[in-house]
Each structure stands twice: as C-alpha cells, then as structure tokens.
C-alpha cells in the first residue's frame, strides 16, 4: 500500500507520472514548467502500469507520481537520493 501524504501541482522535471485516460492508463514525464512527454500510452490494467511506473523511476533515480485530479499530483513513492544539507 502507498502512503499518499504530499501533493504537487507540478511535480519536478525528470519525475514520472501515472494518468489515466478513462479506459487506460499512460506514463509520462514531467519536462518542467507544467509540461510533460509521454512515455507510455494504453495500459488497460493499472497495476501493470503503476509496475512499470515504479520500475522505471527507481531505475532513472526519480520519484513516481499520480494523478490525483486537473493538476494535482500525488507521491506514489520517491526514489530520489535525499539531499543532505
């Protein structure tokens, strides 16, 4: 189960997002300013998407991200190194 605690409106470039389309499921990634590509399309089951979504950010050292409504974003789970300071 993820624990879905901090929202975004604009995820940071590089993060990984799953949206849904209404009868599937996309991924895409946040290119900054609001903007996204799309990296995957189609998906009819979720849980295969949301693998895929986790697989990749956890590869590429980035966070995953869901959509949560129009420009809103929840943290599915976070792979970014912390930044210690």
Do not use: Q
Not at 14 to 23: A, K, V
Not at 46 to 54: P, Y
Request: hydrophobic letters at 40%.
């Amino acid at each position: 189960m993820f624990r879905r605690k901090t929202l975004s409106t604009n995820p940071p470039a590089g993060d990984y997002i799953l949206s849904p389309t209404g009868y599937s499921w996309n991924l895409r990634r946040s290119i900054g300013g609001g903007s996204v590509e799309s990296i995957s399309a189609g998906e009819r089951k979720k849980a295969v998407a949301l693998a895929s979504l986790l697989s990749i950010a956890e590869a590429d050292k980035t966070d995953a991200w869901e959509t949560a409504g129009t420009n809103v974003f929840w943290l599915l789970r976070r792979f970014r190194p912390s930044v210690a300071g």
